[in-house]
């Protein structure tokens, strides 16, 4: 689900995962919104990841459960046996990923250790990722503003060296 918050604040839809959302949407019975239209969803969780990030009162996650309240239930629609959900099945789209997304940022502002939030630190990106790394460093994004602003510290040191 913290994947799905960042996917939502860095490109304001839920598309790029493509067939993995499309099959989370459907084995949920959910219609994705006409032209991925989440409306100020994106903006909200945006807030959200950024407070979290740097260390602010979560006041966007508290916006984000009074506009989106969670609805704790227990399921077993998969098979799986039972699990929490935060949302009932076959709500509409921009309703049901709110409630996931309050609840989860909920869980993180609260301090989820399982969970550790970044914002890139490549020149004029500014995107946010979730760091999964052994040891919770990681400063990039993605392998390619890591790559360009490795490639930029060389070579401005090699401009000041000649």
Known sequence: MTRLAVELANTGTLDQ????????????????????DYGELPDLVRMALAQSVDGAAPEA?????????????????????????????GTPAKRWVGQLLAAKLALVAAGDP??????????GCGNYFVDQSRNRTRRFCSNACASRTTVAAHRARAAKNS
């Open 114 to 123: 399982a969970v550790t939030l970044g914002r890139c630190a490549a020149a």
């Open 17 to 36: 995962h493509g067939e993995l959302v499309a099959a989370f949407f459907e084995e949920h019975e959910v219609t994705p919104p006409p032209g991925g």
């Open 61 to 89: 996650v508290h916006r984000l459960l009074r506009e989106y309240p969670p609805e704790m239930h227990l399921s077993d629609h998969d098979g799986s046996g039972w699990h929490v959900h935060f949302s009932r099945n």
